[in-house]
């Protein structure tokens, strides 16, 4: 069967977006939500259509001697500078495409459903599902890439999607403020992953992602580069800006500064968008060039996502540790568990079982789609009932909100690590990678595996069980277009850990052969009951014993409570330094020098003009005099010159 | 040619005529005036193409044919610029040119 279907997924949604988008007047609630929810809807059904296609190979040129390649459907060139330098327009499918082919129309279909309860009485309602649908294209967009600019494109439309769906609620200023926020720290981060781009096409002459894939390739570069800047060579530079741009999309540490203050979204935003598929976009970006990360310079580059994951993931969880806003400790937890998906690339050897690593980090990936989804939108079906986003106005929900706390516990049991959901088979794997590779970030991921237990059920207990403060409202369970997302959600997160992702998505296309390691597997799961077990004897019943933790660490309990201080030292840094001692001084110049020049060329001639416009007397005869004049005083000229 | 008067008598006289054209031109505000002496100036021309014509080249006719062209022009510049003085006097009442300088500004 011909592929090119496959222009399908991109198409409608994008004229999803036109439709609602242009007619937002015009469309009324609820129609415009059922009208998005079944085109994504369609869009979902063809993307598992061709993903199914691509897995049992049935898609031709899906699998060659038994190891999954790469499969352009439809490729064009768009841009050419060189013969083998042009920016193609095209649509790739491979494993961990056809993966995400999953993941994000799964987790879009869910967020526009629960949006059609969720938005209930918004205005701007079809503008929401219209911003959706951009969302959804340019998301699908980037995983379908065929070259690095392709994806720079998208990225850039991600951000933008983000951007608008953060500051949803224009009206509200701290909406406006995180939008930007998030919009400025992720463009400057791709300042990076531009320049590592510029940089891999001007040195490697190629940003086909079937060529830069190419193990032969990848070998010619190497010998081509030798260490230009601190032992490494140029393409370990571009790897390392590009990783730049990763990061910021994907909030690792230092760049993460705008993923808390993203939550100001509505939580459907929260849940596609900052939970399940554009902050995993870092993730599937190392994963993309997983060939050139991991050969170059020995994994250079490898190496520096492998601990910026570590740092990230711990310095989340720490954070997670002492907020209020549930959104906001959901927030640091995604943050967490991206990067534990980091450090499993950065672990991660290329072939065989040395490829665990890999595997494992795009397990988790979908995994955690999954829950963390499902986990935001039980959030928000919270905040739907209490109309709060703070723990302290919660407590004794379960009673009220039966189905949102069931599935709310299974996906906290899954990012806990709790057998035998999804959760645990990602985050085992990821173990057992980091434990065969580096001991420092196996400890690093091992406490982090507990301290994520614990904070998951801090927000459990303190929702659903504590005291109930005195509702306004008695809480109710949600709508059937609220809970049904729930309902699917959690039961993907019971059978995706089940999915044998080892035959499916490997580093080489080839299939791994995995086993369950029960010591690291029994170690893991005991760290999780432990957190869980200390978050229940602190929470389950309202007491004092959290409060006299808090006293207890003092100082550093104020500081993770202020996020580590880093928002300030961005402040600092960019007040203080930037703007005082560079920005206002080129500005001065700019005003008063390379201004002012300008301006005074045009008032100089502003002022002569002003003094000779009196001969311009509108008389023939004056004119018939300098006329004569002139005349005379060239003949003098010949006179006494010639 | 004319027996006793050489070439340098009629260009003197010629340039005369001309300075005093000159002169009518910068100096009269009528516009009559004016084109009476933009008239002088032309005859001067005039009467050095014939003078040099016949002085220096009594072969060839070129600049009588010329002196011919420039009486003809004149008449027809003259025609067309008394037409333009009539509509302009009837629409100012005046032919002073510092009352004709509405398109200064």
Do not use: C
Not at chain 1, 423 to 437: P, R, T
Not at chain 1, 554 to 583: P, W
């Amino acid at each position: 069967m011909d592929s090119s279907y496959t222009i399908l997924i991109l198409l409608i949604p994008i004229f999803t977006f036109f439709l609602l988008g242009f007619n937002f007047k015009r469309i009324k609630e609820p129609t415009s939500g059922i009208i998005g929810t079944a085109l994504i809807g369609t869009t979902a059904l063809i993307s598992y259509f061709t993903a199914f296609q691509y897995f049992t190979g049935a898609m031709k040129g899906a699998i060659v001697d038994g190891v999954y390649q790469k499969v352009y459907t439809m490729n064009t060139v768009w841009i050419e500078f060189s013969d083998t330098l042009h920016i193609d327009m095209g649509i790739l499918i491979d494993p961990i495409t056809a993966m995400m082919l999953i993941v994000v129309p799964t987790i879009s279909l869910m967020a526009n459903m629960y949006s059609i309860g969720y938005m209930h009485g918004e205005s701007g309602y079809t503008r929401f599902f219209a911003y959706l649908s951009l969302f959804t294209f340019s998301m699908l967009g980037l995983v379908l890439s065929t070259n690095i600019f392709m994806i720079y494109i998208f990225w850039e439309m991600v951000g933008v999607s983000s951007y608008l769906l953060i500051g949803y609620y224009y009206n509200k200023p701290s909406a406006v403020l995180a939008a930007k926020k998030a919009f400025i720290v992720t463009r400057f981060a791709d300042f990076g992953f531009l320049m590592g781009i510029l940089m891999l096409g001007y040195y490697g002459g190629s940003w086909d992602f079937k060529v830069l894939s190419d193990l032969g390739f990848i070998e010619s570069l190497q010998q081509a580069y030798g260490a230009v800047f601190m032992g490494l060579s140029v393409i370990t530079w571009a790897l390392i800006l590009i990783f730049m741009g990763g990061a910021g999309k994907s909030a690792m540490f230092p760049l993460h500064i705008w993923l808390p203050d993203a939550m100001e979204g509505p939580t459907p935003v929260s849940a596609l968008i900052h939970a399940a598929t554009m902050v995993v976009a870092g993730v599937f970006l190392v994963a993309r060039l997983f060939g050139l990360f991991h050969f170059m310079d020995d994994g250079a580059a490898l190496t520096v996502v492998a601990y910026v994951g570590a740092l990230s993931t711990l310095f989340a969880a720490i954070i997670a540790f002492t907020q209020h806003d549930i959104k906001r400790v959901l927030a640091f937890s995604t943050m967490s568990q991206i990067g534990y998906m980091m450090l499993a690339l950065g672990v991660s050897g290329y072939s065989g079982h040395d490829g665990l690593g890999f595997m494992a980090s795009m397990f988790h990936l979908f995994t955690h789609a999954m829950f963390k989804a499902l986990l935001f939108l039980g959030a928000g079906s919270i905040i739907h009932a209490v109309h709060s986003n703070y723990m302290q106005d919660m407590g004794g929900l379960r009673k009220y909100m039966p189905i949102t706390h069931i599935t709310f516990l299974i996906a906290a049991l899954a990012i806990s690590g709790v057998p035998p959901l999804a959760g645990f088979w990602s985050k085992d794997e990821i173990l057992v990678a980091a434990l065969h590779d580096n001991t420092l970030i196996f400890a690093v991921g091992y406490i982090v595996a507990g301290m994520t237990a614990f904070y998951m059920f801090r927000l459990y207990f303190r929702i659903f069980w504590w005291n109930e403060p005195n509702y306004k409202h008695t809480p109710h369970e949600s709508t059937n277009t609220m809970t049904i997302p729930l309902i699917v959600l959690a039961v993907m997160t019971i059978v995706s850990g089940f999915i044998p992702f080892h035959n499916l998505v490997t580093a080489d296309g080839a299939h791994i052969e995995t086993h369950i390691d029960w010591a690291t597997a029994g170690a893991s799961v005991a760290v999780g009951l432990v957190g869980i077990l200390i978050a229940m004897f602190m929470y389950k019943k309202e007491n004092t014993i959290s409060k006299r933790f808090r006293s207890g660490f003092g100082n550093f309990y104020e500081a993770a409570f202020a996020k580590f201080y880093i928002d300030e030292l961005y402040m600092f840094v960019t007040k203080k330094i930037i703007f005082a001692k560079i920005s206002a001084p080129s500005a001065w110049f700019d005003r008063n020098v390379v201004d002012a020049s300008m301006n005074g060329v045009g008032n100089g001639t502003v002022w002569i003009a002003e003094k000779i416009k009196g001969l311009q007397s509108g008389k023939v005869q004056d004119y018939a005099m300098f006329f004569i004049s002139g005349v005379v005083v060239i003949a003098m000229l010949f006179w006494f010159f010639i | 040619m004319i027996l006793g008067v050489s070439i340098y008598e009629i260009l003197t006289l010629s340039t005369i005529i001309f300075f005093i054209g000159v002169y009518g031109f910068v100096t009269r505000k009528n516009l009559i005036g004016m084109l009476m002496a933009v008239e002088l100036i032309l005859n001067s021309t005039a009467l050095n193409f014939v003078a040099i014509n016949k002085y220096l080249y009594p072969d060839l006719i070129e600049g009588g044919i010329f002196s011919l062209f420039i009486i003809a022009i004149a008449a027809a510049e003259t025609a067309l610029a008394l037409a333009i003085i009539i509509n302009l006097y009837r629409l100012v009442m005046s032919l002073n040119t510092d009352n004709l300088e509405t398109m200064k500004n």
